[in-house]
T-cell receptor, first 114, second 115 residues
Framework: SAVISQKPSRDICQRGTSLTIQCQVDSQVTMMFWYRQQPGQSLTLIATANQGSEATYESGFVIDKFPISRPNLTFSTLTVSNMSPEDSSIYLCSAGTGHFYGYTFGSGTRLTVV | AQKVTQARTEISVVEKEDVTLDCVYETRDTTYYLFWYKQPPSGELVFLIRRNSFDEQNEISGRYSWNFQKSTSSFNFTITASQVVDSAVYFC????????????FGQGTTLQVKP
């Protein structure tokens, strides 16, 4: 399965600022996904990053708050915009192709907003 | 709607005890996949197993075993002779055929193995 590099691994940010998280896969993949894990909670899908088209967002998540880019088949970014303390979470990307989704996640970005 | 329920949010055992983590799922899809992940304190998500809905054969991998029963919509995970290094949060997840790769996660079970 694919190997995913995610950075930064952690960050502490001021409220009102933005942070961009990068996800690099070592092979071409069809689908890339971004998940959020709030403190003590489970993982929730934010959006599916589509190569060459706009991301598909889940209910409760909007492009203005979480803009996503997918310039090619191996790379994606998630930006957390205008951050507030409620955005403090672990953000994880995942990738897959064909029927092989869900095997691999990035190491996660632990974000703290102060 | 699709849903995954892990009823027990916290389990504490003493080392060498066997422990079972429960997972019950809901889906209307006839084809789906079930997953288990381990999340240690460092935060990364470690893939443990994927099982498709047509394969009800139980699986064993070392001290880990999985019991898939479609009749009860359950996919339980047992750790035999638990070790302190097994301490982590464990997530069960569902991927339906209509979800195009999307995973629905249970709430997670925090396992603490005491020496």
């Amino acid at each position: 399965s694919a190997v995913i590099s995610q950075k930064p691994s952690r960050d502490i940010c001021q409220r009102g600022t933005s942070l961009t998280i990068q996800c690099q896969v070592d092979s071409q993949v069809t689908m890339m996904f971004w998940y959020r894990q709030q403190p003590g909670q489970s993982l929730t899908l934010i959006a599916t990053a589509n190569q060459g088209s706009e991301a598909t967002y889940e209910s409760g998540f909007v492009i203005d708050k979480f803009p996503i880019s997918r310039p090619n088949l191996t790379f994606s970014t998630l930006t957390v915009s205008n951050m507030s303390p409620e955005d403090s979470s672990i953000y994880l990307c995942s990738a897959g192709t064909g029927h092989f989704y869900g095997y691999t996640f990035g190491s996660g970005t632990r974000l703290t907003v102060v | 709607a699709q849903k995954v329920t892990q009823a027990r949010t916290e389990i504490s055992v003493v080392e060498k005890e066997d422990v079972t983590l429960d997972c019950v799922y809901e889906t209307r899809d006839t084809t789906y996949y079930l997953f288990w992940y381990k999340q240690p304190p460092s935060g990364e998500l470690v893939f443990l197993i994927r099982r498709n809905s047509f394969d009800e054969q139980n699986e064993i991998s070392g001290r880990y075993s999985w019991n898939f029963q479609k009749s009860t919509s359950s996919f339980n995970f047992t750790i035999t002779a638990s070790q302190v290094v097994d301490s982590a949060v464990y997530f069960c997840a569902l991927q339906g055929s209509s979800n195009t790769g999307k995973l629905i996660f249970g709430q997670g079970t925090t396992l603490q193995v005491k020496p």
